[in-house]
């Protein structure tokens, strides 16, 4: 369960990442160890200072947006005997809303996606949306949209996703 939860906002955040990468480059650059006194290390520090003053650039209006969209919302589906994980991750904003059911494989670091959801409506999953019949067996109800993209697998590694269409709420 912690490892799709992890992923997810990994995924989410991996801008933040390389925007902390980038400053920690043009920090090095700034330092330049190992180089001797001249037009190298002048050189070498002006592209630091070029690569923190992009990340500090991108930063602001990055942050911005970040903080103004909705948090991602995940709810957690376990199978009877506790071997098996579903994750749905909604995100909903004025204009769309997005869903994803992802379900953990038997590695260690193994997730399929079963579900997902894109589009300008709503296909009202919640975490009543998710049932486990079994331990190989997994029910997915949603509300057809036909303003987005919807896809359902019906096979995701060892476990077999059956999608059921319901009317609208």
């Known amino acids: 369960m912690y490892y799709l939860v992890f992923m997810d906002d990994l995924r989410h955040n991996a801008v933040w990442f390389a925007l ?12 330049a ?14 592209a630091g200072a070029l690569f923190l003053g992009l990340a500090a650039i991108l ?34 904003t004025r204009d769309s809303a ?21 589009g300008d409506g709503e296909d009202f999953t919640g975490p009543r949306s998710l049932q486990w019949v079994d331990d190989h067996h997994l029910i997915i109800r949603f509300v057809r949209d036909s303003s987005g993209e919807q896809s359902c697998q019906p096979k995701v590694g060892d476990v077999t996703v059956t999608c059921i269409s319901q009317p609208g709420p």
């Open 98 to 118: 997005a869903a994803e059911v992802t379900v953990k494989g038997t590695g260690c670091c193994s997730r399929f996606v079963a579900y997902r959801y894109y």
């Open 20 to 31: 902390v990468f980038v400053a920690l480059f043009g920090g090095f650059l700034i330092r």
């Open 33 to 46: 160890p190992r180089t001797n006194r001249g037009w190298k290390r002048n050189a070498l520090r002006t």
């Open 59 to 92: 930063a602001v209006p990055l942050a911005f947006f970040s903080f103004a969209e909705p948090r991602t919302q995940h709810f957690v589906s376990t199978s009877a005997d506790g071997s098996r994980v579903a994750l749905l991750s909604r995100d909903e």
